[in-house]
């Protein structure tokens, strides 16, 4: 029950910036001697400050606590089939660092040598204090990455390694910190919880347009993982092609089918993965994904509506934002066109994490397991 309290008191001051002790017991109807005995460990640990005091018309003035950002340090790995970034955040969730690997597709040994020179370099940056704080590293990659070689255009040699290897062991020998690991779709959609602008939002389905598509699944304030940690897996939800024959989500709405598409004209698709901020090309091939993909984000909205009832459907990807801008508007104007009686559709909204989602949603996991109540992910870890 004290550690519950404790995650309750973090939680408020971290959602709503300061909090004094009267306002906390008001909220959680702890007893004012409790709330005290709280924030008053919490801010000899370090993680929570005091800021100036407020005076009312009378008694004594009340001092607002708020969040330190020193406090404790966070680092998110996402692995994808194009490149990998290590992030490093602050109590925050600001970004302190960041590293990113392009490459044409991923390896264990690869991957592992990326992370140990990138916590080195990551650590060289913070202070002797602020490395003490580095309270884990959460890991967001894709399930049975192996089962994807052909689509990614990768040696079958290469990927099956990945089916031979534990990647959060390997990476667990190597630091001393706890390691975390998570679907990395799953992963942005808790990035999108924690540190997105939800405005309240207890229910929603996220999807997350990468190399391929994905997405997660947040019920009454909380990521909602399953027995098996891979809920929400809505890549491989059937939808009508583009030729109107069943196929998986994934096959029509994933940028690796506009990579080939564009590839097929003869276009140099590297940018889709190098340039997430701005695409240099446009045209039939760009015109017809949206169109296609939209769509087929529609109908797995829809499937999903008539089972769990939405209060939004939140898209987001590794593209710009006028990107996907563009593709919640292709979505909206499909579902115009679809059947919906008899269910509640939800609104369809743009993310608000952008083109990092996986890498915060990594970073996300260790501070969601150590202080958050309400919003953590079911996780792997030892």
């Not at 060289?124 to 490395?131: F, R, V, W």
Request: proline share 5%.
């Amino acid at each position: 029950m004290r550690v519950r309290n404790e995650r309750l008191v973090f939680s408020l001051v971290r959602e709503h910036g300061s909090l004094s002790k009267t306002e906390i017991a008001r909220m959680t109807r702890l007893s004012a001697q409790t709330v005290s005995v709280i924030m008053r460990e919490l801010e000899e640990q370090g993680l929570l400050i005091r800021q100036a005091p407020v005076r009312g018309k009378v008694g004594q003035p009340s001092v607002p606590m708020s969040l330190n950002p020193d406090g404790a340090f966070f680092i998110g790995l996402k692995i994808g089939r194009r490149s990998a970034q290590l992030v490093l955040i602050d109590l925050l969730g600001n970004v302190r660092a960041m590293l990113q690997d392009s490459y044409k597709y991923p390896a264990p040994l690869d991957t592992v040598a990326f992370v140990d020179n990138g916590i080195r370099e990551m650590r060289a940056g913070l202070a002797g204090y602020q490395n003490a704080r580095i309270a884990g590293l959460g890991i967001a990659m894709p399930f049975e990455l192996w089962n994807w070689a052909d689509t990614a255009g990768a040696p079958r040699d290469i990927m099956d390694q990945w089916r031979h290897c534990d990647i959060r062991a390997d990476i667990q020998a190597r630091c001393k910190m706890p390691v975390y690991l998570q679907n990395d779709a799953t992963a942005a959609c808790g990035a999108e919880l924690v540190f997105g602008q939800t405005a309240g939002l207890r229910d929603f389905i996220y999807f997350y347009i990468g190399a391929f598509a994905g997405g997660g699944v947040v019920l009454n304030g909380g990521l909602y993982g399953g027995h098996s940690g891979n809920a929400g897996a809505v890549g491989s939800m059937p939808v009508p092609g583009p030729d109107g024959r069943p196929t998986q989500l994934i096959g029509v709405a994933s940028l690796a089918i506009l990579e080939k598409a564009l590839a097929a004209n003869g276009t140099d698709a590297t940018f889709l993965w190098t340039q997430p901020d701005e695409w240099d090309a446009d045209g039939p091939e760009i015109e017809a994904w949206f169109r296609n993909a939209g769509r087929a984000l529609a109908y797995a909205i829809v499937s999903a509506s008539a089972v769990i009832d939405f209060e939004a459907a939140i898209i987001d990807g590794w593209m710009p934002a006028g990107a996907r801008q563009r593709l919640v508007a292709a979505v909206t104007e499909a579902l115009q066109h679809i059947d919906v009686e008899g269910l509640s559709v939800p609104a369809v909204r743009e993310g608000t994490v952008g083109i990092h989602a996986r890498a915060l949603g990594g970073a996300s996991l260790p501070l969601s397991e150590r202080f958050l109540i309400g919003s953590g992910a079911q996780q792997s870890w030892a």
